[in-house]
């Protein structure tokens, strides 16, 4: 069943009305939280890779507050265990049972915030949650809810008492971009307001998690005709056969393009993806999966370029009419 004109535009709709919401609270940064949305209604997981005091903490809460959904913020360190992440089983005296205690990965929003601080292993222990919607401790499962996603940040700067995450770990990440500093006029308008420590709590929601959930799966119902995957398909093959690769982009990373195109493309009143879309898409959604030949990479090479050159030499098709 595909997405009916009518259902684009109350997408559309709402999807603004989001930005708008979230933009209160995180001045100057709309491009970001269109695409921080878009990670989410397209059901993935966003990786910030920004300097500390750039909003990454205020455009989590603020996507909670406009969904009416919940928060945690996880500071991680190089003494943090998975089961601070996850949660615990605690014997409980009174009533001679085991009690699950859940962790702050119950949450709608989860900030993890450095996750490159953190050993691999509670890395891991975040990585499989994310990936799979579910925490099981001592045998039993549990279920982490719908919406769910994960902001993670990590600092390009400081790389001392770091772990540096793998890149099949990062692969696990729809999305990575940066928010960075805001323009002069947002900055002053940020300092005019200084009194008011956090904006998100200002914020009142706009639709419910519920809600949420069911644009999601409205999304997955846009058009994208063949010749749009063909187009998907050529792209990722270049990135593998590009003389600067040593692992190309992945039958995953063209997956999570073809889903966030949908949604992106649901978001600006369409239900049909354009070629335009994954031109667009194609850098925050890719960049990260792309692994550059060392001596490439010593050069000066960087995989942001060289996916704009495949961009521009892959020919794009014809656009067709909506559906």
């Not at 945690?72 to 005296?93: A, E, H, K, M, W």
């Not at 993890?112 to 499989?128: C, G, M, V």
Request: proline share 6%.
């Amino acid at each position: 069943m595909t997405m009916t004109p009518e259902q684009a535009a109350w997408f559309a709709q709402t999807f603004e009305r989001l930005v708008g919401n979230v933009g209160q609270a995180v001045l100057g940064k709309a491009p970001v939280v269109r695409l921080a949305l878009t990670c989410m209604l397209a059901e993935g997981h966003l990786l910030l890779e920004d300097a500390p005091g750039t909003g990454k903490t205020a455009m989590a809460r603020a996507i909670a507050a406009s969904v009416q959904g919940s928060h945690n913020r996880i500071q991680f360190t190089p003494d943090l265990l998975p089961s601070d992440v996850t949660g615990v089983t605690i014997y409980d005296q009174r009533t001679h049972e085991f009690d699950f205690r859940p962790g702050p990965i119950f949450a709608s929003i989860v900030l993890a915030d450095e996750i490159n601080r953190a050993s691999p292993k509670t890395q891991s222990a975040l990585l499989e949650v994310m990936e799979e919607g579910r925490v099981t401790v001592d045998g039993t499962t549990h279920d982490v809810g719908r919406p769910f996603m994960v902001i993670a940040t990590q600092n390009p700067i400081e790389q001392a008492g770091t772990y540096r995450l793998p890149e099949a770990q990062l692969d696990r990440f729809l999305m990575k971009t940066s928010v960075g500093y805001p323009d002069h006029a947002s900055t002053v308008e940020i300092l005019s307001g200084a009194s008011v420590r956090d904006r998100s709590q200002a914020l009142q929601p706009i639709i419910t998690t519920q809600a949420v959930t069911e644009m999601a799966t409205l999304g997955a119902t846009v058009h994208t005709d063949s010749a749009v995957l063909e187009y998907v398909s050529r792209l990722a093959e270049e990135t593998r056969n590009a003389p600067e690769a040593r692992i190309g982009v992945s039958v995953r990373g063209a997956l999570a393009l073809v889903r966030c195109c949908k949604v992106w493309a649901a978001a600006h009143g369409r239900n049909y993806v354009l070629p335009d879309d994954v031109k667009q898409l194609a850098q925050p959604v890719w960049a990260h999966r792309f692994v550059l030949d060392p001596e490439a990479e010593f050069t000066g090479a960087r995989a942001e370029a060289v996916l704009a050159r495949i961009l521009a030499d892959v020919a794009a098709p014809q656009e067709r009419a909506a559906v």
